[in-house]
């Protein structure tokens, strides 16, 4: 077996892991651990981009990406 195929099944198991909820829980309708991040990811981000300045930061950074990517590598020549 490769080293590849044992890191994929290990990130599986992280990630099947975080996902589920515990076992034997009260409650079963409970939401998975990756579900309730997620969710707070969105409602913060949604929070910023609301106001003013969160859109002109936004702006900057995507400005900025694109920037980077067109003069990537350029200076190499």
């Known amino acids: 077996m490769s080293l590849r195929f044992h890191f994929t099944c290990l990130l599986a198991m992280i990630f099947g892991f ?11 309708s409970a939401t998975p651990l990756v579900a309730n991040y997620w969710d707070g990811f969105i409602k913060y981000w949604t929070g910023v981009f609301q106001q003013q300045n969160g859109i002109v930061m936004g702006t900057l950074v995507v400005g900025a990406v694109c920037l980077l990517i067109i003069t990537r590598g350029k200076w190499r020549k």
Do not use: P, R, V
């Not at 975080?18 to 079963?28: D, F, I, K, P, V």
């Open 18 to 28: 975080l996902s589920t909820g515990t076992a034997g829980a009260a409650e079963l």
